[in-house]
T-cell receptor, first 112, second 111 residues
Framework: QKEVEQNSGPLSVPEGAIASLNCTYS??????FFWYRQYSGKSPELIMF??SNGDKEDGRFTAQLNKASQYVSLLIRDSQPSDSATYLC????????????WGAGTKLIIKP | EAGVTQFPSHSVIEKGQTVTLRCDPI?????LYWYRRVMGKEIKFLLH????????ESGMPNNRFLAERTGGTYSTLKVQPAELEDSGVYFC?????????FGPGTRLTVL
């Protein structure tokens, strides 16, 4: 079992709709969760982090965390073609405060 | 403010050769990390420097990989001798203790 799992996609969403990206993790002790966006050939860019159960909103982005289910998601409202990218879920390794454990990423395509 | 830079952007070498990758972190960032993404796989942690000291090198695959950070500024990652399975994208990141900022990566191809 992978430590962090994501559906590789591609996930195709019409422009203006809500894109929902999901991630599960295996280490129940994990405390810190991150969503990175990566455009093709570019570096990963942090867009959201979440530490507590529940929702965290930042503009069009909402991160949702459910530690009991070991599940973290990212919602993108009013999806734009510029949101088309690969979204990477990452978790800080237990007993570390810096080592990121990554999912393989979900490719998101927003169709105009 | 300049971001994390990496050089070269691409490198194509033959099996058995040596390659050195360079990372220049954001000025003032004491923490420097190396990660690698092999094609089709997830990004994997390689090691972490705090200033010039190796804090954690638990992710280094084997002794063919050597990372240095002389003077606590830029870092190099040398692969000697390179093997086919070393092909992938090598990312460097730096931080001041919080968010890790990533460089554009070096795509290494070993033929």
């Amino acid at each position: 079992q992978k430590e962090v799992e994501q559906n590789s996609g591609p996930l195709s969403v019409p422009e203006g709709a809500i894109a929902s990206l999901n991630c599960t993790y295996s280490d129940r002790g994990s405390q810190s969760f991150f969503w990175y966006r990566q455009y093709s050939g570019k570096s990963p860019e942090l867009i959201m982090f979440i530490y507590s159960n529940g929702d965290k909103e930042d503009g069009r982005f909402t991160a949702q965390l459910n530690k009991a289910s070991q599940y973290v998601s990212l919602l993108i409202r009013d999806s734009q073609p510029s949101d088309s990218a690969t979204y990477l879920c990452a978790v800080i390794k237990t007993d570390s405060n810096y080592q990121l454990i990554w999912g393989a990423g979900t490719k998101l395509i927003i169709k105009p | 403010e300049a971001g994390v830079t990496q050089f070269p952007s691409h490198s194509v070498i033959e099996k058995g050769q040596t390659v050195t990758l360079r990372c220049d972190p954001i000025s003032g960032h004491d923490n420097l990390y190396w990660y690698r993404r092999v094609m089709g796989k997830e990004i994997k942690f390689l090691l972490h420097f705090v200033k010039e000291s190796k804090q954690d090198e638990s992710g280094m695959p084997n002794n063919r990989f050597l990372a240095e950070r002389t003077g606590g500024t830029y870092s190099t990652l040398k692969v000697q001798p390179a093997e086919l399975e070393d092909s992938g994208v090598y990312f460097c990141a730096s931080s001041h203790g919080g968010e890790q900022f990533f460089g554009p990566g070096t795509r290494l191809t070993v033929l």
